[in-house]
């Protein structure tokens, strides 16, 4: 296969692992599993269970274990055809998946920095105005005669 069709396949299916990464560790439809998993990976007794229930915690820890599953089920190999280019892929695939993840997240704090700016503004705009209106009143009140 040729370094750009390995390239194009290492990048897009990177895709899918920062998005399935991300929803189970962040987003609220997962919210209850990484509760219970966050709780388990500090009381469970053994180091293997801690450290089993803390991997649906970390994006970083799920995306090596989706970037296996992903690169094994797509049957993907970079730069050499054995196993060999079955881990270069993997670890390649899990890289770009979380500069991905990590641009998605910078992405994200942008976007609601910006939401509460607008927040702001508009609350400061409120303000002026209720304080313009009664000024515009006694301005009115005082161009009438007596």
Known sequence: MPLSVQLTWLFVLAIPVASVAWTVTHEEIFTELRGFCSSKSQACKTFVQRKFFYLFTCEYCF????????????????????????VLAWFSVVWVANVYMSLFGRLRLDINRERVEMKVVEQVA?????????????????????
Do not use: C, I, M, T
Request: net charge positive.
């Open 63 to 86: 995306s090596h274990y989706v970037a296996a599953a992903v690169v094994g089920f797509a049957d993907y190999r970079l730069l050499l055809p054995d196993w060999r280019g079955f």
């Open 126 to 146: 409120e303000q002026q105005e209720s304080v313009a209106v009664p000024e515009k009143v006694k301005s009115f009140r005082g161009n009438r005669a007596p």
